[in-house]
């Protein structure tokens, strides 16, 4: 039995967390891919919850960076960067519930090296940038590309491999009536680069828009925490998601679960911000639904609780905050 | 002759600054209002450089607050708030060119007291908020609301009555393909609150979209710096304001003119970095435009910069930086 | 009448603001420098309330760039910089009073060109620093020396001057337990960069050591909101400052009084923090000592409150809030 | 083999890594303990390097919060907290040298419950703090004391035991010429709350002051990432420590290395500065002693760097960011 039935979209989800019907989108039937999370585009499927659907996602750059002689502020049109595949409209999805997604598999597709990771100009943990606005000189652009494999991993030189440990870097439902850039993560996901969005876990999304909306892209082959330069092993894949969802369990910002442990995410500036909220939606989660008193929840965590850095590059940082089954079950 | 003839929206307009035809926008020409800065709503008016436009503008609460005794967090819909007029397209702009919006008059409109400010549960620069999240209890709500006339003054007490110092709170172009909260600050403009942009200035912003789809609302009638519990005196007004378009001229953070100096404007969390971004933007003016060596520019600003802070509340705070004409002339 | 007569140092010292007994520190008087805030060092002085001292000051480099062909990174031996004069033991001052200085008159000392501004590599507000830990390169060094005198002002260049606005960088009292760095602005005073703390100005230090142990430093001929560079037109000066002392009237962070407005002043990193203090201080000041309902406090100090960016390049960024005296008397 | 033998310590240390003679402090030697980070105390010990010393350190709290009808508001006396053991005299350690501290083990003391964990007013992440300043209301005081035991760990409540992971919450060497409070984390070490000072790891601290000056204290009988709460399980132990002597290998913030991976530790706020030195300090340890290009060392942290939050109260914020030994050996 896998944990995915004790889950939390198994025990609220209108179809109960079991796969139902299956569905592709090829990048011919996505078309033109989208750079904003927003009510504003034409769904590119309709599905009901249950749905399991393959989705052909493009690198972060779309393709357009070929070579490590390619210089990225030439390839790259801002703000046409990120590119969405979606929106999936999700039957009877309404504002107030929320939609779950679990990820059931990420395999890298088209030719070799298929990831990239560059230096740009301006954007980047340890540089200047056009909101931390220095005077000083820019780094030089460097593209590095490198060979993907599920099984030999990333081959970054003849010395060093890292595995593959691939995730949806974007992914999020529509919000009400805004429509923000597919650079930044928020409430409604977004551009969370975190790496804990894998294979066989869950994530949930506030739905603030009918039918929910679903946009993902971005997906990487590994990344480090933090993001550090800004851009992980990007690269085009099939990533197959299993949707459900919850009606009236209302979440203001997305959490996730494994096997193992619920997280909740929040994303801000500063970096204190993106961990306030997510303790914050971590201690009342645990009042809510696991019958802590919301100061000793609180206290505990203080004991026990886990922080993943997701990114420190985009327009709001974003960090995980994490709790053991073996505590809250 | 007024300080306007040689401003650089006169030196630089298409119009060169000078008043052309005369239009109106009522509430009932406007119709619905507008909560997102964007290019997906239908254009209200259409003009050429040179309009002379006056704008029935609402509160920022749509007028829903009529007593003290209103509780803010029963009348108000999230996200619906903060309503903008427009969007007023202006002939012949594109993305890369600027926009010069010259403010003539504002002057309050509707029945006493037209003024209101209050406290609205975790909103505000002294308390925490849905991203500096606390677990601390939320402040009570409370209501003012009070006379705003220009002759008058705003009559907060039988002691202290404040000056009519009426501004644009929210004023912005659209982006090229977000749909921003009217509720926040950013590049394009947008929920400044900045005190500055009042009678007798000219502000200039980014076009990043065809017409470049003007938006405004939110006059307050006075506010100090940083806008400290976050709602300052709202009223709804008649705003008169004027255009112009500087083609060519690509900025990419708002200015500002007045008869006495040059301002520019970043928003950003945290809050140093809008002061980053504002600064910067200075440097580079004086360098591009008025002939100085960047580092000297540098080097000079900091003996005579000045900076408001507009505000500590929004989505993204607001600093402008300026500097005397007597120096950059 | 100086509006001196009715300020609270007059109406809660134990000196009444009164001068007393006139006392000088030359650089012979105070030897050796001090570079931190504490009560490790041997007092250079004890007075009684009332006292008025002439104090000959070094400016923030001690006198070691000496012409514009200097490199800053050479001539400078940290922690070894921004010198004080002091400390000054003030009979009676226990932990718990306050400490009011009142600044009489700041003159220029030393031979011409006495003003000296620069870049220095890894500070400054639009660099990369020390802790906003950049891998770009960092900016060129550069001196500007400039002639100062009260007259004639700070000569920038053939055709920019400016005024004389001279102004104490560095002032505080000793903290209780804590000797920090004199590059450093916090709940003590220290190095604000406040223009504000200029000429027929009081400020309110809190006194956490017995004697008070005031230190200050690092005059500035004039400075820009922000400080923006970093280093303001140093020079060295004669400052003649009166002392009082507030017995029982505990205060938490600095304060400041001058004929029209009292301000408070916080310092912290992010600024916003700095902000929320001075802030928090104010409206506080304005329930405990002048009548007001806190939360009242809060909405008027929206609609009328003033900011004051101090600087924002040291360790920690400082911020002045003020309220004029026509509203709070 | 103990990977200790081939660890920096080993390599580079003046003992090589070796043990040597053994000490104790106990309650008695030690007499007053500490609560700044300075060079003004008079050593309680001197060691040459190789010198393992046994320390019996106290809680947080210096024993004073005895029962969970405590109320720390009146049992804590501000600024005497976080009581420090030492200073420890290392002979042979200038300036510019570095100081390894290897942890050999850490054991609670006293009577049970050792533990104590509590809510304090206006400390802590989730709430309003002097800095972080807010007018809403404090929430109430509480404590847990707490049964604490290497075998059977931390009894929580009926439900939930946790497991002993004891580390070192304060420790570091003495600045040059300031005096730290030891309730701050920065460039010595200080109150870091980083659960990686644990048993079986070095800690290298950067020497300031002429016999390097360690201090330690305030041990955590387990810590959840960011220290939510502001209070860990705070505990009294007997902390065992060998330090040893690294010549001339001059570093300016902590480092730290286990058998697994090399970390380096920044503290600042805002929390993405904490981000940025741990980061830099670690793309520049790569590049100086471990043979990579600092540009490809970055790209290489973007993909595999990790991150752990050490405390998100404290007056800087600590995040430690560390390499596996797999990528850098």
């Known amino acids: 039995m896998s944990w995915l039935e004790t889950s939390i979209m198994a025990r609220k989800g209108v179809a109960k967390g079991v796969a139902g019907k299956t569905y592709q989108i090829t990048e011919a039937d996505q078309g033109a891919y989208h750079y904003v999370y927003g009510p504003y585009a ?66 890298p597709r088209g030719p070799q090296p298929a990831g990239t990771t560059c230096l740009i100009p301006e954007f980047g943990g340890l540089v200047g940038t056009g909101v931390t606005a220095m005077l000083n000189a820019a780094l030089p652009e460097r593209v590095r590309k490198v060979e993907v494999t599920p099984e030999g991993g990333i081959r970054w030189s003849d010395r060093i491999t890292l595995p593959y440990q691939p995730f949806i870097g974007t992914i999020g439902t529509s919000p009400e009536i805004e429509a923000i850039t597919s650079l930044q993560p928020d409430y409604h996901g977004g551009n969370m ?83 306030r909220i997510a303790y914050r939606e971590l201690v009342r989660w645990m009042a809510s639904d696991f019958g802590f008193d919301e100061l000793d929840a609180y206290l505990l965590l203080t004991q026990c609780g886990r922080v993943r850095l997701a990114n420190m590059v985009d327009p709001k940082y974003t960090i995980g905050a994490s709790v053991s089954k073996t505590i809250v079950a």
């Open 42 to 107: 034409k769904p590119v499927l309709r599905v009901d919850p249950g749905a399991v659907i393959a989705v052909e996602t493009h690198d972060a750059f779309e393709g357009k960076i070929k070579s490590e002689s390619d210089r990225p502020s030439e390839k790259l049109n801002f703000p046409y960067l990120n590119p969405q595949n979606g929106p999936i409209y999700v039957n009877g999805a309404e504002k107030g519930d929320c939609l779950a997604v679990y990820i059931k598999s990420i395999v």
């Open 193 to 275: 680069d975190l790496p804990d969005v894998g294979v066989d876990a869950v994530i949930y999304l506030p739905v603030n828009a009918a039918g929910a909306l679903l946009y993902l892209g971005d997906c990487h082959a590994t990344q480090g925490d933090g993001e550090l330069c800004g851009v992980a092993i990007e690269h085009p894949t099939v990533t197959t998601v299993q949707v459900d969802l919850l009606k009236g369990w209302t979440i203001h910002w997305p959490r996730l679960e494994t096997a193992n442990f619920f997280m909740t995410i929040g994303s801000a500036r500063p970096m204190e911000d993106a961990a």
